[in-house]
């Protein structure tokens, strides 16, 4: 089924048109010269490039004083280095650097690195040409590689207490093979489809799909024809969540299932916007939309549930290697997007970081197919940092940059003329049939 995007998109554009008309004016511009940009309580510069702008600067918290990043930029304003601390909101407990991003002068990742709060390194990422080379995961005792080519994954290997789980994707035929191997032995070896079915299984030790116990059983559609957009707008705070739909949800998820699958494949263009936007100066520019076509639903039958718990009383551990300890209950079909619009660099000149501020909404309404920025006005949002992305799997794991009103159409068309695909993936744990 084919969804008619623009007629969303236009919806979305009208609404921001509408607010760029009722909150700026034809006045003429008169601001200070002065783009000296100075420290706060809360914002700590510790060097700056030849040209003014940001190199090095720590971030603190309003609330508890903590330390909440530390960044340094390229000259050009994109992010070099940044690590981020977790803190507890009002609380001075747990708080530890939890991540680590790095990034190339073109804004394409090189390295992440995710730490525990005893200090130790839980997930560690490398890529190249800014798509994922190599994932290991770390917990406890036990650890997953994750191999990529061409920013796919290709195969998973999950050695845990009770065995080894490899998985390899085989993108020709379809496929993905799983095998569990226990001292250099093939127990168990099934073959699913890529397109994860109702009743695949996963494992919430290394998230990741293992087998489908009820392959042979269907699942039913429920047309949704569901749509939700929002204007461009203002925001503070950058909650990931409510940008870009959860990949996967769990049975007893917790933090809204932030923490669950987070490093699995699943989560690769979640955790990739997340690891992009570390770091926020002011507020950014958001809109987004999220279309949800069809819900896939799969209910197990009365007598397989009944074989499946017998069969996990009688090897749990055997059964989650094969079958993991939660299944796919629901998968939701459509496409969403979102654009971001970001500033770096503004000034501490109250008045002139606001004109600034201006403009950049109006240069998001320009490309959005608004007025033009005067030659002046251009000139002016030119002395600081802007960049405005949209968002949207068939636009490429790291988004695309919008400069015109032409890349935001063609971004547009390229939504509308790809088939939708799974947004998210719902799932329900075994103890519960």
Not at 29 to 51: A, G, L, Y
Not at 96 to 108: G, H, K, P, Q, T
Not at 222 to 234: A, V
Not at 306 to 335: H, P, Q, T, W
Request: aromatic content about 12%; overall charge negative; glycine content about 6%.
């Amino acid at each position: 089924m084919k969804i008619s995007l623009p007629i969303q998109v236009l919806f979305v554009l009208s609404a921001f048109l509408l607010l760029v008309s009722c909150s700026n004016d034809d006045s003429p511009i008169e601001v200070t010269s002065d783009f000296t940009i100075n420290s706060t309580d809360n914002f700590q510069i510790e060097s700056s490039h030849e040209n003014g702008w940001i190199k090095e600067a720590t971030m603190y918290s309003d609330l508890t004083g903590l330390k909440i990043s530390e960044f340094e930029y390229h000259e050009n304003g994109y992010i070099k280095h940044c690590k981020s601390y977790s803190h507890g909101g009002l609380s001075t407990d747990n708080h530890y650097l939890n991540m680590e991003v790095f990034r190339d002068e073109n804004n394409l990742p090189t390295q992440s690195i995710y730490y525990n709060p005893d200090g130790s390194v839980q997930a560690e990422i490398t890529y190249e040409e800014g798509l994922i080379k190599e994932k290991k995961i770390y917990k406890n005792d036990q650890s997953t590689i994750c191999s990529y080519v061409d920013g796919r994954i290709q195969v998973v290997v999950s050695d845990l207490e009770a065995g080894q789980v490899e998985m390899t994707y085989n993108y020709i035929d379809n496929v993905k093979n799983i095998k569990v191997i226990k001292q250099g032995d093939v127990e168990f070896e099934s073959e699913i489809s890529l397109l994860s079915d109702g009743g695949e299984g996963i494992s919430t030790i290394d998230n990741h799909a293992r087998s489908n116990r009820f392959v042979k059983e269907n699942s039913s559609i429920n047309i949704l024809n569901s749509t939700f957009t929002t204007s461009s707008d203002w925001e503070g705070f950058f909650e990931p969540e409510k940008i870009m739909p959860i990949p996967l949800i769990y049975s007893e998820s917790n933090f809204f299932g932030l923490l669950n699958g987070y490093f699995s494949h699943e989560f690769d263009a979640f955790r990739m916007m997340v690891e992009e936007f570390p770091v926020f100066e002011d507020d950014y520019i958001l809109s987004k939309f999220n279309i949800q076509s069809e819900e896939v639903s799969f209910n197990p039958s009365i007598a397989s549930s009944e074989e499946v718990k017998m069969e996990m009383s009688a090897n749990l551990v055997d059964f989650e290697l094969k079958y993991g300890d939660e299944f796919l209950r629901k998968k939701i079909i459509g496409k969403y997007g979102f654009t971001i619009a970001v500033l770096r660099n503004l000034p501490s000149d109250p008045v002139l970081r606001s004109e600034i501020k201006n403009l950049a909404y109006k240069k998001v309404g320009s490309i959005l197919g608004s007025e033009d920025l005067t030659t002046d006005e251009d000139i002016l949002l030119s002395k600081v940092f802007f960049e405005y992305k949209f968002f949207s799997p068939v636009l490429g794991i790291n988004g695309k940059v919008l400069t015109s009103n032409t890349d935001y159409e063609i971004g547009i068309d390229l939504i509308n003329n790809n088939q939708e695909y799974t947004i998210q993936k719902i799932y329900k744990a075994y103890d519960l049939l």
